[in-house]
């Protein structure tokens, strides 16, 4: 069974510093890969999705993340954070070789809740 | 993506009542989920519901707790019967958009169970 690990419980950087977000998972072939954002009260909000081709993948707000397959890893990156970046962030997988019931399972991380100081 | 809104937003609920929550779509689809999120963890899938036929539970969750329905393409809603302290959760509705089935969350209902 897939399965996602973020091991970072809660990270804490300044503001305009770079900011990485690490995510590994434990699949058999290449996943189907997203992260989202939760700000708080919200819901989660799809930054960015890799399937297939670059392995750079370019989302929303500012935010890249890289496939390594080597490391089956898909860290989320920003140059610059700034405040309004302080939310919690969920990596997910899919497999996208089944379709069970007519869907595509998702499996969630357990979250890294970033703090953004001024 | 999609334009999903949920109903209540957060509510606070006495033990052994039930509440129903809603989800609206913008756009008819033929899945939707629901999830719940514990205080401090991820997201956990509860059930699939796919419109003309009865929602299909995840294991640990069953439709006595958790009744779903799914009338139409564009609504769904969850009940989360005779609840309990343990039930305090946000409760997130989510549908498959895209080529590749990826999924877009609603705002979430917060629930707390006094």
């Known amino acids: 069974a897939q399965s996602v690990t973020q091991p970072d419980i809660h990270i804490t950087v300044s503001e305009g510093a770079s900011l990485e977000l690490r995510c590994n998972y434990s699949?058999?072939?290449?996943?189907?890969l997203f992260w989202y954002v939760q700000s708080p009260g919200q819901g989660l909000q799809l930054l960015l999705k890799y399937f297939s081709g670059d392995t750079l993948v370019q989302g929303i707000k500012g935010f890249e993340a890289e496939f390594k397959r080597s490391q089956s890893s898909f860290n989320l990156r920003k140059p610059s954070v700034h405040w309004s970046d302080a939310a919690e962030y969920f990596c997910?997988?899919?497999?996208?070789?089944?379709?069970?019931?007519?869907?595509?399972?998702?499996?969630f991380g357990i979250g890294t809740k970033l703090q953004v100081i001024p | 993506s999609a334009v999903i809104s949920q109903k209540p937003s957060r509510d606070i609920c006495q033990r052994g009542t039930s509440l129903t929550i809603q989800c609206q779509v913008d756009s008819q689809v033929t899945m939707m989920f629901w999830y719940r999120q514990q205080p401090g963890q991820s997201l956990t899938l509860i059930a699939t519901?796919?419109?003309?036929?009865?929602?299909?539970?995840e294991s640990g969750f069953v439709i006595d707790k958790f009744p779903i329905s799914r009338p139409n393409l564009t609504f769904s809603t969850l009940t989360v019967s005779n609840m309990s302290p343990e039930d305090s959760s946000i409760y997130l509705c989510?549908?498959?958009?895209?080529?590749?089935?990826?999924?877009?969350f609603g705002p979430g209902t917060r629930l707390t169970v006094t």
């Open positions: 989510s549908v498959e958009r895209g080529p590749n089935y990826e999924q877009y």
């Open positions: 997910a997988v899919a497999d996208p070789g089944i379709i069970s019931g007519g869907y595509q399972k998702v499996t």
């Open positions: 699949y058999g072939a290449t996943p189907y």
């Open positions: 519901a796919n419109q003309g036929s009865e929602a299909t539970y």
